[in-house]
């Protein structure tokens, strides 16, 4: 079992910084595409970025290309996501997510990922 644990979150004023991390148990990290997805009050839960197993490439939704920064440290288990320039529209639950492939595609799509963290909340004040 693929234990998946965010941390990070808090309140911040707009137009300022946070930087989530995410670990994930497992000795086959290195193989996981990792996701991070966020969930606001009433709405449905949407991609936000994903990066694949080796780092070498990412996806992010236009909501926050070049706001957002996903990372990766493979040998800490660790996927990170640096949050700049934050607005009221980016409060939500932030929640990690696993995948048991090195397939990239479809790493967009929340139904295709096998392991989820309990979300983090990240508030931000107009």
């Known amino acids: 079992q693929v234990h998946v644990v965010e941390s990070g979150g808090g309140l911040v004023q707009a137009g300022g910084s946070l930087r989530l991390s995410c670990a994930a148990s497992?000795?086959?990290?290195?193989?996981?595409?990792m996701g991070w997805f966020r969930q606001a009050p009433g709405k449905e839960r949407e991609f936000v970025a994903a990066i694949s197993s080796s780092a070498s490439s990412t996806y992010y939704a236009d909501s926050v290309k070049g706001r957002f920064t996903i990372s990766r440290d493979n040998a800490k288990n660790t996927v990170y996501l640096q949050m700049n320039s934050l607005n009221a529209e980016d409060t939500a639950v932030y929640y990690c997510?696993?995948?048991?492939?090195?397939?990239?595609?479809?790493?967009?799509?929340?139904?295709?990922?096998?392991?989820w963290g309990q979300g983090t909340q990240v508030t931000v004040s107009s």
């Open positions: 997510a696993a995948r048991n492939t090195v397939v990239f595609g479809g790493a967009r799509d929340p139904g295709t990922y096998d392991h």
């Open positions: 497992g000795r086959t990290f290195s193989s996981y595409v």
